[in-house]
């Protein structure tokens, strides 16, 4: 969500002719994040969010957008994408792929409650549930092959005994088969700062370019790895237990997920520690940008692997 590729107003301007979203009053770069250049636009008819995609391609995106159409109709709370005069979603701005959606209301919380944490579980569920309905499918991008070609990158820029950490995770999540858990579409990057609250109730899901298929419980592990996480990297039982109960209230967990949950809290942890390692060694250039430290994914995957028992509902 960095600024990579500027945008003018009177670019955007001339961009915004081939919508009917009235006429750009404000253009304003968002500076966090660190995959696509967003901005906040502001039109006679509106607020919208402008996303100019910097890996993506094209033809990768309109999973991503229908998959919010999609959500939006099923009365999830996510960024509705605006269809042009062509009725696409997808158009070029700077040579870039580029696309236009509601904005939403609310903001993001550093500091969630249980109140927060119980309509976070919900709302997870009610998405995996609006997702069931969804035809089309992407492998995820980040999933072990990703992780097998990502670890020889990063190697170079850490000690042996973090090297070893690293290593010891990949073989072990590689010899397990996590498709064997309810599968379906997952956000894979619901942090907190991807969800927008108002009061206690969750207003928005935005950032959905990481969204794949995978197993349901990968997302919900991801999802407490950051919603119910002291700033020591020590889950925080009580939010975990909240957020759980709350989210299989919504979608019955299985036997088959509790026994795996253990070992997808340490996955999806080692998955951001390898990304965190990635984006700060070996970044891309671009102005705004803001790489998260690595260090807070390395330290809750090693309580994670010191804790014997990991809190289940």
């Given at each position: 969500m960095s600024v990579y590729t500027t945008v003018s107003d009177a670019e955007l301007t001339v961009w915004l002719n081939d919508y009917s979203l009235g006429e750009l009053q404000e253009l304003q770069g968002i500076a966090s994040g660190i995959e696509n250049t967003n901005y906040f636009v502001t039109t006679s008819n509106g607020r919208f969010v402008l996303t100019l995609f910097e890996k993506l391609r094209a033809d990768e995106l309109p999973f991503y957008l229908n998959l919010m159409a999609h959500l939006a109709r099923h009365g999830i709370p996510c960024p509705a994408p605006m269809a042009n005069r062509h009725n696409q979603f997808l158009g070029v701005l700077k040579d870039k792929p580029a696309c236009i959606v509601s904005r939403l209301s609310g903001k993001s919380t550093t500091a969630p409650t249980l109140a927060h944490c119980a309509a976070m579980g919900a709302m997870l569920g009610q998405m995996h549930i609006a997702g069931q309905s969804f035809s089309q499918i992407m492998p995820n991008p980040r999933g072990g092959a990703w992780r097998m070609a990502t670890a020889p990158q990063v190697r170079p820029f850490i000690n042996t005994g973090q090297a070893a950490l690293l290593d010891s995770e990949i073989a072990l999540h590689a010899q397990r088969n996590y498709s064997l858990l309810p599968q379906g579409l997952i956000h894979a990057d619901l942090f907190r700062d991807n969800v927008l609250l108002e009061g206690?109730?969750?207003?928005?899901?935005?950032?959905?370019?990481?969204?794949?298929?995978?197993?349901?419980?990968?997302?919900?592990?991801?999802?407490?790895?950051?919603?119910?996480?002291?700033?020591?990297?020590?889950?925080?039982?009580?939010?975990?237990?909240?957020?759980?109960?709350?989210?299989?209230?919504?979608?019955?967990?299985q036997d088959s997920e509790h026994q795996a949950w253990p070992l997808m809290l340490r996955q999806a942890a080692l998955r951001f520690w390898l990304s965190r390692l990635f984006d700060k060694y070996l970044p891309r250039d671009g102005e705004l940008i803001h790489a998260h430290d690595p260090a807070h994914f390395e330290r809750i995957l090693k309580n994670h692997i010191d804790t014997s028992q990991a809190v289940w509902i």
């Open positions: 206690e109730r969750v207003g928005g899901l935005i950032d959905f370019y990481f969204a794949c298929t995978d197993a349901l419980l990968y997302d919900v592990a991801i999802t407490v790895n950051d919603w119910c996480m002291r700033p020591d990297g020590i889950l925080d039982t009580t939010q975990a237990q909240t957020f759980l109960r709350a989210y299989h209230t919504v979608r019955p967990l």
